[in-house]
Nanobody
Framework: VQLVESGGGSVQAGGSLRLSCAPSTGTFSSPAVAWFRQAPGREREFVAAISSRGAAYPGSVKGRFTISRDNAKNTVWLEMDSLKSEDTAVYYC???????????????????WGQGTQVTVSS
């Protein structure tokens, strides 16, 4: 099942955006869903994950980004506040491919990648 992201756009530094992620068909069945991002010329990096363990973030976005999950709407959200120019990237959501999620942030452990949504922050 492929995931579909939406909600990207252009915003000035200090602004906010909310991204959404939902499966193209069916419901989320993975124990964890994560957001990654990739800026031009850079490797894909972990942004946030949500599971029964709670939410996890790297230091670069902690306190500014919030991941949440609405099971009734079958959607995972990424609320991004206090955006910086360095947050500019294509954002992807992905589903953990294993059975038990123990906190991995490696993109190789995730699948069902969507086509991504562009976030551009101007200073």
């Amino acid at each position: 099942v492929q995931l579909v992201e939406s909600g990207g756009g252009s915003v000035q530094a200090g602004g906010s955006l909310r991204l959404s992620c939902a499966p193209s068909t069916g419901t989320f069945s993975s124990p964890a869903v994560a957001w990654f991002r990739q800026a031009p010329g850079r490797e894909r990096e972990f942004v946030a994950a949500i599971s029964s363990r709670g939410a996890a973030y790297p230091g670069s976005v902690k306190g500014r980004f919030t991941i949440s999950r609405d099971n009734a709407k079958n959607t995972v959200w990424l609320e991004m506040d206090s955006l910086k120019s360095e947050d500019t990237a294509v954002y992807y959501c992905a589903a953990f491919q294993g059975i038990t999620y123990t906190g991995s942030v490696r993109d190789t452990d995730f699948g069902s990648w969507g086509q991504g949504t562009q976030v551009t922050v101007s200073s």
